[in-house]
């Protein structure tokens, strides 16, 4: 599975869109990105995953680059519930996940 | 849909235990689940690759035969740890994945985990 690196950490302003960035550069063809967001105690959260084309939920967005070498995840109205360590994980559907260290993203009141 | 319920949440036991915990796929079959363990301030990292009916594959430097894992069914997987002992403590997450086929191109969802202290 290619390697992910995010920076360690980002503040926004509530309310404000939270951008998290993330290189993938050794991604193959057939590798999706994911991203997850992890709470203190809690397990991770499912956001959003992609291949190719950018992705829109409830919950967030996600633009890939045309080389497919990174991505970033966009969290429109940032809320303080939104405070946690968000993931970017590049891998096969069904295959193991590799996490990396993770962006802890701090939502300023 | 695609809830992942891990059981216990939380377990303190004496050294020299062993500790059984179990993952389950609420409202799906999953092929495959997986183990992760997480140390504080740190990252995931995982264990073991668990699919149903043969043997799981573990990770460089995960003992197996520390970390027992069974997969049973499509709905259940359960970690053993074996004697444990106070460097054991850590918290355990499960994932699991939806049955290849039925649903391409889904995530890995995750159990909200186990804390395990040993005394």
């Known amino acids: 599975d290619a390697k992910t690196t995010q920076p360690t950490s980002m503040d926004c302003a509530e309310g404000r869109a939270a951008n998290l960035p993330c290189n993938h550069s050794?991604?193959?063809?057939?590798?999706?990105v994911y991203w997850y967001r992890q709470i203190h105690s809690q397990g991770p959260q499912y956001i959003i995953h992609?291949?190719?084309n950018n992705e829109t939920n409830e919950m967030a967005s996600l633009i890939i680059t045309e080389d497919r070498k990174s991505s970033t995840l966009i969290l429109p109205h940032a809320t303080l519930r939104d405070t946690a360590v968000y993931y970017c994980?590049?891998?096969?559907?069904?295959?193991?996940?590799?996490f990396g260290t993770g962006t802890s993203l701090t939502v300023i009141p | 849909g695609a809830v992942v319920s891990q059981h216990p949440s939380w377990v303190i036991c004496k050294s020299g235990t062993s500790v059984k915990i179990e993952c389950r796929s609420l409202d799906f079959q999953a092929t495959t689940m997986f183990w992760y363990r997480q140390f504080p301030k740190q990252s995931l990292m995982l264990m073991a690759t668990?699919?149903?009916?043969?043997?799981?594959?573990?990770e460089q430097g995960v003992e197996k035969d520390k970390f027992l894992i069974n997969h049973a069914s499509l709905t259940l997987s359960t970690l053993t740890v074996t004697s444990a002992h106070p460097e054991d403590s850590s918290f355990y997450i499960c994932?699991?994945?939806?049955?290849?086929?039925?649903?391409?191109?889904?995530?890995?969802?995750f159990g909200d985990g186990t804390r395990l202290s040993i005394l």
């Open positions: 994932s699991a994945s939806i049955v290849a086929g039925t649903a391409n191109n889904q995530p890995q969802h």
């Open positions: 992609g291949l190719k």
């Open positions: 994980i590049a891998a096969n559907t069904g295959n193991q996940f590799y």
């Open positions: 050794t991604i193959s063809g057939n590798e999706y």
């Open positions: 668990s699919n149903e009916g043969s043997k799981a594959t573990y």
